[in-house]
C-alpha cells in the first residue's frame, strides 16, 4: 500500500487512446478512457484489480472494449432498432473542465467529469438531442461511483425513451467461487430462453453453465461475493432498477473474437441496468442514475 495525493492525470493508454487515471491518497485508482467513457481498471488500497479486461480485449474504434465497464446507452441488447447495446461505449466522449460542483456526499474524493453529445451522424440513427454526463468518482475509501445526467436538449419537443446498463466486469478468482446474493423471489427474464419470465428461488446465484439474465426491479443493494480471495463486492444503486447477470461459459466464449477461451472462469457481469420499464424523457428533463462499488475483505 501506498500514499501519497490523490490527483487526475490525463494520458495515453493503450493505442494512444487517451484516459484519466483517478488516484487516492490511500493507493487505490480508476481509469477511464475517453473512448466510451469506458472505465478499465478498479484497483484497491492494496492496488489488486478488481475489474476484468480481456486479454484479447481490441481498443480500436468502432469495436468496444471487452471488459471493464462498458455504458450501454440508448439500448440495451437488440431491445430495439439500434446496434447492440447502443452506441455510448464506442464515441469519443470528452472531458468537461468546468463540471458542476460535488456533493458533500463524498467527502475528499476525486472525480472526472465525461460527456457526450450526439454529432449529426449520429441524430441520423437516433434522432434525439441529449446531453450525457458521465461523473466517474474515486472515493477517498476506494469506492468507485457512476453517476449519470442525461437530459433530453431536444428544441423540437420530442420525449425519447432509452434502456441502460453499467455493464460491469468483475474480475474473479473462479467463477465457481462466487455468488450473487439479493435476487431471491424475484422475476428475470432469461436472454437464453428467449426472454422467458422466471422467478428466481434461491437467495445465492452460483453459475456453472453459460448464464444470461435480467433480473427485474431488483434491491438497490446487491452483494458478490468471491469466496476464494475472501472478497465481498457491494453493488449499490439508484434509479437502476434491473440487475442482468452474464457469465458466457465455455461454449460461447469460443464465438467470441475478443474474449480469451478461458477467460469466463475469471470474471462475471452483474449490471445494473433500467431495462424492463425504459426511461422516458420530455424536452428539458433529465434522467438521473447511480451505482456504486465498494469492496471488502
Ligand atoms: O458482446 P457484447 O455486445 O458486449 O454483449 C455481451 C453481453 O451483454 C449482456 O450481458 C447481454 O445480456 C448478453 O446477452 C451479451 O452477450
Known sequence: S????????ITKGINGLEKIILRQTHGSS???YLYGAHVTSWKNDQGEELIFVSRKAIFSPPKPIRGGIPVIFPQF???GSLQSHGFARNRLW???DNPPPVTSEVPNAVFVDLLLKPTEEDLKIWPHRFEFRLRVTLSRGGDLLLTSCIRNTDADGKPFTFTFAHHTYFSVSNISEVEVIGMKNLDYLDNLKNRTRFTEHTDAITIDS???RIYLSTP???L?????????????????????VWNPWEARAKTIVDFGEEEYKYMVCVEAAAIGKPVTLKPGEEWNGRLQLSTRH
Do not use: M, Q
Not at 501506498?2 to 492525470?9: F, I
Not at 469466496?227 to 437502476?240: A, M, N, Q, S, Y
Open 2 to 9: 501506498t500514499t501519497g495525493n490523490k490527483s487526475v492525470e
Open 30 to 32: 480508476v481509469e477511464v
Open 77 to 79: 441488447s437488440n431491445l
Open 94 to 96: 470528452t472531458i468537461d
Open 210 to 212: 453459460e448464464f444470461d
Open 220 to 222: 438497490k443493494k446487491l
Open 224 to 244: 458478490l461475493l468471491d469466496h476464494e480471495k475472501r472478497r465481498r463486492f457491494v453493488i449499490r444503486k439508484d434509479g437502476l432498477p434491473d440487475a442482468v
